[in-house]
């Protein structure tokens, strides 16, 4: 690193300064008398008119000793091919070159030069320029320094390259093989580096032209300003990944915390089933059991209590019906068997097997696949209305209708029953205010979105009408469903 020079050397290079500018604009006489060659500086070679192999003689400060030596002075830089030079010739020595100058594209430079050594000097501070003022070629041979972002670093013909970037500009920058390569390793891709070296207009890398580079001296030519930016696009796509992961954990376990839930209320169901039928259904039939034996026990007896036995006879028979499709009710829905019409006619024939009543099911419209909640609701719903029609209507018929549409699906459950009677308080949907299992159908539909209504006239029977919206599944969906059937299986 070049350090600031003190007040003292300040003094001592303008009045070296001042020598050298005073030796190029002496008469060329006196130079000629002297050196038998004009003396000039380095940027009137650049613009100055000569004959080729014309002698001349410049004197300036060395800021790179490999060969073509740069020199510089107070005006320009200008290489030199030497055939004499003066021995230990170290960077910031000041010598006097004569030789013969050549034109070049962006400057002179001397072949066939000697080199005297003058004595140690000052050496000079680098100019701080952008990349796009080095690549104008106005700064050839120049010791400037300048800063980029890192994009590779690699060894290559005894030298180390490093291609730098600065806005759209990208350049060259050389070090002499003499990086470890844990040196090299710590060279991060992404990091603004400033480098500080001689500026050689153009360049090329891997076939691709770069409009300049800069030739380092040594490793505390190159410095780091800045460490990469953590938001990298590696560094983006690893963050994505990690959400995304995330994300589909947080699903997984979700999906698989619903589903434990799920099974462990289907069990609590299931438990309170089987004490049901353990305890009430099985006191039903032992108390129409004892009433029975009780009826032929008192039949020789007077006629007077036989009708009380008949009528708690009845009353039993008929609490004894109840609790069993109560407990039917809190049994899991069984879908076993296929498609939501053959659940429905599997269980309208289970609770109305044995009797004289008549069972239909039918359905309209294109059958598909309905989502899962849906086909459980309008399983629960029909369910219900089934039972509410043996156990209350006395009804002969019963008559399901499903029917699928587009975007709904309309679940229709008549009986030809005696219906509910006139006079009784109706909610604005047409259902009785009291009764637990038109509630529980009410509530059923419209936790999903639904539309739940009652028709009824008294001695003709009841319709139940339910109709569920149905959301076509996208692609997304459906993949998503398959794949948690596929973890969950």
Not at 6 to 16: G, I, K, M, N
Not at 35 to 47: C, H, K, Y
Not at 365 to 391: C, D, F, K, Y
């Amino acid at each position: 690193m070049c350090s600031i020079p003190s007040p003292l050397q300040t003094v001592l290079f303008a009045a070296l300064l001042a020598t050298s500018q005073s030796l190029a604009q002496a008469p060329a006489t006196a130079g000629a008398t002297a050196t038998s060659q004009p003396f000039v500086s380095i940027a009137a070679l650049d613009t100055s008119a000569f004959t080729v192999d014309q002698v001349f003689t410049v004197q300036g400060v060395i800021t790179r000793t490999d060969n073509p030596m740069v020199l510089q002075d107070a005006s320009g830089a200008t290489e030199v091919d030497s055939v004499s030079t003066a021995p230990s010739l170290r960077l910031g020595d000041e010598v006097q070159v004569t030789g013969t100058v050549r034109p070049g594209l962006f400057g002179a430079h001397f072949s066939k030069a000697t080199v005297r050594l003058l004595g140690p000097s000052l050496p000079y501070p680098p100019l701080a320029i952008t990349p796009s003022m080095a690549a104008s070629g106005r700064y050839q041979r120049r010791f400037i320094v300048t800063e980029g972002v890192l994009l590779s670093a690699r060894e290559q013909h005894h030298t180390v390259q490093l291609l730098l970037e600065s806005g759209h500009q990208r350049f060259l920058a050389e070090l002499p093989a003499l990086v470890s390569a844990d040196d090299l390793n710590r060279l991060w891709e992404g990091s603004l580096m400033s480098v500080r070296g001689v500026c050689l207009v153009a360049a090329s890398t891997d076939g691709a032209l770069v409009p300049f580079r800069v030739l380092m001296r040594s490793q505390e030519d190159l410095r780091q300003s800045a460490p990469p930016p953590f938001w990298t696009r590696g560094h983006l796509l690893a963050m994505c990944a990690l959400v995304l992961l995330a994300a589909y954990a947080g699903h997984y376990f979700y999906l698989r915390l619903v589903r434990w839930r799920f099974h462990l209320i289907l069990q609590e169901r299931a438990r309170v089933a089987h004490d049901l039928h353990d305890t009430l259904a099985q006191s039903f039939a032992g108390i129409g059991f004892q009433l029975q034996a009780l009826r032929k026990a008192s039949a020789p007896c007077s006629a007077a209590i036989a009708p009380y036995l008949d009528l708690a006879i009845s009353m039993v028979s008929h609490s004894h019906e109840d609790a069993r499709r109560a407990i039917a009710m809190l049994e899991p829905a069984n879908f076993n068997t296929g498609s939501l019409l053959d659940n429905l006619r599997l269980q309208g024939e289970q609770l109305t097997q044995g009797g004289e009543l008549t069972f239909q099911v039918r359905s309209k419209g294109e059958n598909r696949v309905l989502p899962r909640e849906i086909e459980q609701q309008l399983l629960r719903v029909g369910h219900e209305a089934i039972t509410n029609a043996i156990s209350h209507a006395q009804a002969t018929a019963i008559e399901i209708t499903l029917e699928y549409r587009p975007q709904h699906v309309e679940l229709l459950v008549s009986d030809n029953g005696k219906g509910l009677p006139e006079g009784e308080p109706r909610a604005e949907d047409g259902t009785p205010l009291h009764g637990y299992g038109i509630a529980g159908m009410r509530t059923r539909t419209r936790a999903v979105g639904g539309t739940f209504r009652l028709q009824s006239t008294a001695g003709r029977g009841v319709t139940v009408y339910v109709n569920l919206p149905v959301k076509a599944p996208n692609t997304a969906a459906r993949w998503r469903t398959v794949l948690t059937e596929r973890l969950f299986s």
